[in-house]
Nanobody
Framework: QVQPVESGGGLVQFGGSLRLSCVVR????????MGWYRQAPGRSRELVAT???????IYADSVKGRFTISRDSAKNTVYLQMNSLKPEDTAVYYC?????????WGQGTQVTVSS
């Protein structure tokens, strides 16, 4: 099926910032939830942040106070602003569209934080 598309990953120094973008392929009004997940080497994929159609937001404890999820309905885009980045944040970040028909995942974008 049609996948969302992530962008904005890259290499950043400790304490730096990045903003990830995800263009979703369905109208935001029809998406139950959308969010960001990440998978670091040797670890399983984990939740970073989600936002529901109604605007409810959940953050992983490890990113609270540092990351912010937001959306632009007119652009069908969800963002993840990442501040105060740490080497522990190094991972492939994936965007997800959650619908009643199933989840749709992007290909991922690499974020690497140097120490």
């Amino acid at each position: 099926q049609v996948q969302p598309v992530e962008s904005g990953g890259g290499l950043v120094q400790f304490g730096g910032s990045l903003r990830l973008s995800c263009v979703v392929r369905r109208n935001i009004a029809s998406i139950s939830n959308m969010g960001w997940y990440r998978q670091a080497p040797g670890r399983s994929r984990e939740l970073v942040a989600t936002i529901t159609r109604g605007g409810s937001i959940i953050y992983a404890d490890s990113v609270k106070g540092r990351f912010t999820i937001s959306r632009d309905s007119a652009k069908n885009t969800v963002y993840l602003q990442m501040n105060s980045l740490k080497p522990e944040d190094t991972a492939v970040y994936y965007c997800k569209e959650g619908t009643i028909w199933g989840d749709y995942w992007g290909q991922g974008t690499q974020v690497t934080v140097s120490s």
